[in-house]
């Protein structure tokens, strides 16, 4: 019944931008963990960055200042902004949602950053 759908990845040279974008539905969405990690090939998934209901946020040292987490809680929708983006940034990011004790995740869409 829950589900995430993700959109925003794609080809983008080193030093430009992308913002992802993952709409919930079926989960008290403003209650909600929200986080970002990502998938290199080859490499374990690691975590990006997070946000709480109260709208704290907690980012990996690797993308700090470069990337932002936000949340419309009235679309039911996270946000990652990716600036400044190297190479070694591409991978493929999942979003993730946290409630009650579980976990629902995205079908992950994939960023590659061309040097």
């Known amino acids: 019944q829950v589900q995430l759908v993700e959109s925003g990845g794609g080809l983008v040279q080193a030093g430009g931008s992308l913002r992802l974008s993952c709409a919930a539905s079926g989960i008290n969405f403003s209650a909600a963990v929200n986080g970002w990690y990502r998938q290199a090939l080859g490499k374990p998934r690691v975590f990006v960055g997070s946000?709480?209901?109260?709208?704290?946020?907690n980012y990996a040292d690797s993308v700090k200042g470069r990337f932002t987490i936000s949340r419309d809680n009235a679309k039911n929708t996270m946000y990652l902004q990716l600036n400044s983006l190297k190479p070694e940034d591409t991978a493929v990011y999942y979003c993730?949602?946290?409630?009650?004790?579980?976990?629902?995740w995205g079908q992950g869409t994939q960023v590659t950053v061309s040097s």
């Open positions: 993730k949602l946290g409630l009650g004790g579980r976990q629902y």
């Open positions: 946000i709480g209901s109260a709208g704290s946020t």
